[in-house]
């Protein structure tokens, strides 16, 4: 159904560019999906490498289209939006900048709307997102269903029932791929003082998280289960979870998260 309605990008930056090529990928047609860019190189690039219409212009992109995905930066979007406004009217727009709340770009836009709010994380540029999705109760199902298509080409999606549930998103699977590459650093750093070369500490440490994240989602065993299966009474695994559990693993990590989703929240009422 979302394959016969026309979709516009404003922004044709890094996530634009991978929602694109996730669209077409899973076989949504060029024809269907256009861009605008201010920066022409940026346009010529998406035109060139994905065969669809492309505008230095917003107003002329949303005129074109049944849903708009608004894909500039945050600060970006109150400029853009209200200048789009009645361009917005009656159509679906999906915003996926970070921490900008559905009220703001209702105001901005100061038209009536169906609006989609999305909290995409960085994999999503390589199609391993995952993308939480947020509307108010008017938005229609085939308009809901036409965004899970659209964030979809991303990764996995999953609809959250209020708006505030989008700031412990953020904290963890939108600030979530940094702690695993703080733990990956940490880990890599740690056998580089323990005699390994770099580069075999780097790679190993890579190729470590890469092997647990696939084990767990198999989901064939949850995490615990997992944990508790390399753990062998009085060995090296035990040691060192006794090691994690001696130095409050668990209340760093919470607090950590905590910190993220208040910042969340006051980013959003800003
Ligand atoms: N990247 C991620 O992993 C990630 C994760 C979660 C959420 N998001 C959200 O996704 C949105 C896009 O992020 P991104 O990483 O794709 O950023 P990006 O690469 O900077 O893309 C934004 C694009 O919008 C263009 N632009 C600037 N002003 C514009 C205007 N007035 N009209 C139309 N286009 C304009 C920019 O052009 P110039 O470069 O010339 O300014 C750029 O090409 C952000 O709101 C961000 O919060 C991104």
């Known amino acids: 159904m979302t394959n016969s309605r026309t ?15 996730g669209l077409l990928e899973n076989g949504y047609a060029p024809a269907s999906v256009s861009v605008s860019d201010p920066l ?25 289209a049944d849903i708009i995905v608004l894909a500039v930066k945050p600060q970006q979007m109150q400029t853009v939006v209200s200048a789009l406004g009645p361009e917005l009217k009656g159509k679906l727009v999906v915003s ?3 921490g900008v709340q559905c009220r703001n770009i209702t105001k901005w836009a100061d038209e009536a709307f169906d609006l989609v709010r999305c909290m995409p994380n960085t994999p999503a540029l390589l199609q391993c997102g995952a993308t939480a999705l947020f509307a108010n ?3 229609s199902a085939a308009n809901r269903d ?19 549930e989008l700031d412990a998103i953020t904290a963890l699977s939108g600030s979530g791929p940094a702690y695993f590459f703080l733990l990956i650093e940490t880990m890599t750093n740690t056998a580089v003082k323990q005699g390994l070369a770099p580069d075999l500490a780097n790679k190993f440490a890579i190729q470590t998280a890469l092997g647990a994240a696939r084990m767990a989602h198999t989901g064939e065993h949850n995490p615990a289960q ?27 990590v919470e607090r950590a998260m905590q910190a993220a989703h208040d910042r969340s929240e006051q980013l959003g009422q800003n």
């Open 40 to 64: 022409a190189a940026t346009t010529t690039a998406l035109s060139e490498d994905f065969g669809i219409s492309t505008y230095a212009d917003n107003a002329t992109a949303a005129a074109a």
């Open 137 to 139: 109760t008017d938005v």
């Open 146 to 164: 036409a965004a899970t298509t659209i964030l979809s080409a991303a990764g996995v999606v999953a609809w959250v029932e209020s708006e505030s």
């Open 226 to 252: 997992l944990r508790k299966n390399v753990t062998s009474p009085g060995g090296t695994t035990e040691a060192a979870l006794n090691s994690f559990a001696d130095n409050n693993f668990h209340e760093i």
């Open 7 to 21: 979709i516009s990008f404003i922004g044709g930056g890094n996530m634009a560019r991978s929602l694109i090529g």
């Open 96 to 98: 996926i900048a970070a």
